[in-house]
């Protein structure tokens, strides 16, 4: 079912091996997507609601007098809601809550010398577009994900926009509206796609202009936050979802099968990784992923994410080369199921998000770990982060100076001034002393 990919020995000779192209990921074409968007982005710009509603009818295949979804739906679809799925959401949204309390940055007050002070404060974003994707599958948790930091962080302002569904009277999905009305978001609205990134950026309708935009989307999602950046603040360009699996011969394979199986769920494009050193792992996996597949319910959509280019069994000499390749890789998720997990664990430098050990998949952490679930996909968490409280505040320094203070450094302001060439610079400060 998924292909192999052997690089045991493929170190010898000394020469450098790149095990970021070695293991490929799924293509997605977000320059190419730009073009289809520019002109939705443009539309929205210049046309507002009229341009938002017709293309809620071409894409989605609903007509909307108001995108906006009435309060009373809200919390109508919370009366209504399953309560196991409501102590579900609870349960959620209370250990998120705590992690991203403990990860709020304070402000730091240092003091330089008598009279010279600098702070470094955090400011929360004023206004957030949150957007939930509505395809494949309504994601409820996505709610949590975007909305809990962002309340946590101190922001004044949500807005929060999911794809109309048809079954649904043209309405957002029953359970995201429910969740919204569960954290107090009231304004949601019935608008997805390109078009939804657009109405936060460039507003319309009721919808005021945001500051930030986060959240997943398909492949125009992502290229039209690659357009309004610059206009908006983003979090990421999520692409398809990719799971990682470092693995050796202590592993349950059912448990690994498991894991693979649940990511390619999302997406025909998504990414199921296992790096192992371990044949037998390797073969038992497969087994199990001939039986898990075909007792789901989405068989054809996982048998397509598997057997893509972008899923594969990856054969290492050693944990220390199956280290090199995940770090190379820098999966969305990564999980470690290996004899000393955690040491292991700690030794990665690159991923979205670790789960280590038999007891942690990557599903716990998309629904109740306290994790977020909102992470760099395509390689990126070598350089980027998860979404967290954090991306919904912004830095700025205070800078407080008595005149003793400034007198103190006035002869290295000036110099440096001079050194380029900026002379107002100097005489901004010698003037206070003249």
């Known amino acids: 079912?998924?292909?192999?990919?052997?690089?045991?020995?493929?170190?010898t000779g000394g020469a450098p091996v790149d095990y970021r192209a070695a293991v490929p990921r799924a293509e997605l074409d977000v320059e190419a997507a730009t073009h289809a968007v520019g002109p939705i982005i443009e539309?929205?710009?210049?046309?507002?609601?009229?341009?938002i509603r017709e293309y809620g009818e071409q894409f989605d295949g609903v007509a909307l007098d108001d995108v906006r979804v009435a309060p009373e739906a809200l919390r109508r679809a919370l009366d209504e809601l399953d309560p196991?799925?409501?102590?579900?959401?609870?349960?959620?949204?209370?250990r998120l809550r705590i992690t991203s309390a403990a990860e709020l940055e304070h402000d730091v007050t240092t003091d330089l010398g008598p009279g010279a002070r600098v702070t470094h404060r955090k400011v929360p974003i004023g206004r957030v577009g949150l957007y939930v994707p509505g395809g494949l599958a309504p994601l409820v948790s996505s709610v949590l994900m975007n909305a809990v930091?962002?309340?946590?962080?101190?922001?004044?302002?949500?807005?929060?926009?999911?794809?109309?569904?048809?079954?649904?009277?043209?309405?957002?999905?029953?359970?995201?509206?429910?969740?919204?009305?569960l954290l107090g978001v009231d304004e949601v609205y019935a608008v997805g796609g390109a078009q939804a990134i657009a109405m936060f950026a460039h507003g319309a309708g009721s919808c005021a202009p945001v500051d930030?935009?986060?959240?997943?989307?398909?492949?125009?999602?992502?290229?039209?936050?690659r357009l309004v950046r610059g206009v908006v603040g983003i979090d990421s360009e999520a692409g398809p979802t990719e799971i990682a699996i470092l693995a050796d011969e202590t592993a349950e394979a059912s448990f690994v099968a498991a894991d693979l199986v649940s990511q390619a769920e999302h997406d025909p494009m998504a990414a199921s990784v296992l790096v192992t050193p371990s044949?037998?792992?390797?073969?038992?996996?497969?087994?199990?992923l001939d039986k898990q597949v075909f007792a789901t319910r989405h068989t054809e959509r996982i048998r397509t994410a598997l057997t893509g280019p972008q899923s594969a069994v990856v054969l290492v000499d050693d944990l220390e080369q199956g280290l090199a390749v995940v770090d190379a890789y820098a999966a969305e998720h990564l999980e470690i199921q290996t004899a000393d997990a955690a040491a292991w664990a700690?030794?990665?430098?690159?991923?979205?998000?670790?789960?280590?050990?038999?007891?942690?998949?990557?599903s716990l952490g998309d629904y109740c770990a306290g994790s977020n679930h909102v992470l760099p996909t395509a390689g990126c968490a070598c350089h980027s982060s998860g979404l967290s409280v954090r991306a919904f505040t912004r830095s700025m320094h205070v800078v407080d100076y008595s005149s003793q203070a400034l007198a103190e450094v006035a002869d290295h302001v000036v110099t440096l001034a001079e050194a380029e060439d900026l002379p107002g610079h100097g005489?901004?400060?010698r003037v206070r002393f003249e």
């Open 149 to 181: 930091p962002a309340q946590v962080a101190g922001v004044g302002s949500i807005a929060l926009a999911s794809p109309p569904q048809k079954d649904f009277g043209g309405s957002v999905h029953p359970t995201i509206m429910a969740a919204c009305a």
């Open 84 to 94: 196991a799925i409501r102590a579900g959401l609870e349960e959620s949204v209370r």
């Open 1 to 11: 079912m998924m292909r192999r990919i052997d690089l045991r020995a493929a170190a």
């Open 427 to 429: 005489q901004a400060v």
């Open 212 to 225: 930030l935009v986060t959240g997943p989307g398909n492949v125009y999602v992502a290229a039209a936050k």
């Open 346 to 362: 700690a030794r990665v430098r690159n991923a979205g998000a670790i789960f280590v050990g038999p007891h942690a998949p990557v």
């Open 43 to 51: 539309a929205v710009r210049t046309r507002g609601l009229d341009a």
């Open 279 to 288: 044949e037998q792992l390797a073969d038992e996996v497969l087994v199990e």
